[in-house]
């Protein structure tokens, strides 16, 4: 099995050249079997482990969230790209503090996003953020720069890979705008911030190579794979309580 060094060099490699498809882990169990499949590394789901827990998305505190990325670190030898929320903190100095002790369960990557949890930070605050985390964490462990766009659709296109170029050029490794999927503004987005790669996540699976096409680094699935597990439970719990009738 790989050690945390080269587990994060291949996951740096990954992000070269070409296209990989990053799914997302979020228990033990969906970790071995994304590996058994083949896969190159893995991705956590904030919601994913939020569900896993009993909690809606956005409910995990920092100590959950660092606890379950030990866990996804254990079970599988692949490298973890760790979705950190907002780093569970507003100011530079408190995120990047989180953020070094998320790198030191043996994740090869992380993503901060710009959203509070209740209103997105002014671009100027979310590049600061971005910077500090740069600063702390090891040279080695990517990072990803996440814009919140879904939050407020109503925002033009422009001011998010805007906000895309401020946190590369504050030091993110990868960019990421989810739910960006216009094919015009996704172009847009991997133009201004090459050559560093960009991360698309995709609402439909049959989209995914059009996005590689674009340019895309990577694509990856969110909650798509929990969700569909967890849809699939209900409706056998359902019918399950249906013989109680």
């Known amino acids: 099995m790989l050690n945390t060094e080269e587990k994060r060099a291949r996951f740096r490699a990954l992000h070269q050249d070409g296209f990989f498809i990053l799914p997302n882990a979020w228990d033990a169990g969906s970790a071995k079997r994304l590996e058994a499949q083949g896969f190159q590394a893995i991705a956590s789901t904030s919601a994913g482990a ?99 766009f879904f939050r407020a659709p109503e925002t033009p296109a422009a001011e998010w890979i805007a906000r895309a170029v401020a946190y590369s050029e504050a030091g993110a490794d990868v960019l990421f705008v989810p739910f960006m999927l216009d094919h015009g503004a996704v172009a847009e987005l991997i133009a201004a911030v090459a050559p560093k790669p960009v991360n698309v996540l995709v609402a439909s699976f049959d989209t995914i190579p059009d996005y590689a096409r674009l340019g895309a680094r990577r694509c990856s699935v969110g909650a798509a794979l929990a969700g569909t597990v967890w849809k699939a439970f209900d409706e056998a719990a359902a019918a399950l309580k249906g013989f109680e009738a």
């Open 50 to 148: 939020a569900w896993a827990l009993g909690k809606d998305d956005g409910q995990l505190s920092c100590d959950e969230a660092v606890a379950h990325l030990e866990m996804l670190v254990a079970a599988t030898g692949l490298p973890v790209n760790a979705d950190f929320e907002n780093g569970f903190a507003d100011a530079p100095e408190a995120v990047a503090a989180n953020a070094v002790r998320a790198a030191a369960t043996g994740i090869a990557a992380l993503s901060i996003e710009d959203w509070s949890g209740s209103a997105i930070y002014d671009r100027s605050l979310g590049a600061e953020r971005i910077a500090a985390v740069r600063e702390a964490l090891d040279p080695d462990v990517l990072l990803v720069g996440r814009s919140e």
